[in-house]
């Protein structure tokens, strides 16, 4: 018998590249989790399309009709708890969760970065990395905390920077890496096989 794939929610702002390779993912037979809700903090963004292509529930909290971080936070963890979602998954979320989101999903919510953390943190990593003149950046996955693009790191994987490389070339070659990786690693954490240590993620095998 195979085991029930873990029911996650994708909190997405933008174009949804990294969505789209989740639900790609969560397809295949062999995958242990499934996307059960999309949820956006603001309308009319690529993501919301490409949750109802797929036939996932996705629901805008907008964070503009909350009063503060604190209900914005409860407003979306209320949203993932009715759609029976067990984790978070933030794929190009741009907004900072307020504690009561790792509260309720403890060592279960996910974020994927665009840079080679501690190094970059923050909204413009790729611009940060090019105008540094860093000759190496990359993606880090890691379990989210209270302080922004700090937490435990699960996974990360470097990308060159390259002479003539812009920030959209650079973005693009950085994307094509995330939409490998992000999917890895959740199909990793669905399956029970990461484990906290401190600040070290220790990978179980298969
Ligand atoms: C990704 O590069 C992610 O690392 C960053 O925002 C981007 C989101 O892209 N946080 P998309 O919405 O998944 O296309």
Known sequence: MTAPRKPIAVLVSGSGTN??????????????FRVAVVVSDRPKVGALGRASAAGVPAV??????????????KAVCDVVDEHGASALVLAGF???????????????VI???PSL????????????????????TGVTVHF???QVDHGPIIAQEAVPVLE????????????????RVYPQVVQAFAADRLAIEGRSVVWETA
Not at 19 to 32: F, M, R, Y
Not at 60 to 73: G, I, K, Y
Not at 128 to 135: C, E, Q, S, Y
Not at 164 to 178: G, S, Y
């Open 94 to 108: 741009m907004r900072v969760l307020a504690p009561e989101a790792m509260a309720r999903f403890p060592a279960a």
């Open 117 to 136: 953390l501690p190094s970059f943190p923050g909204a413009d990593a790729v611009g940060d990395a090019l105008a540094h003149g860093v000759k190496v």
């Open 144 to 146: 989210a905390e209270e």
């Open 19 to 32: 969505l789209q390779a989740l639900l790609d993912w969560s397809h295949d037979p062999t995958s242990a």
């Open 164 to 179: 003539d490389d812009t920030r959209a070339t650079l973005q693009a070659r950085i994307q094509h890496v995330e939409h």
């Open 60 to 73: 805008v909290v907008d964070w503009r009709d909350q009063p503060n971080r604190e209900a914005f936070t």
């Open 111 to 113: 974020n994927i970065h």
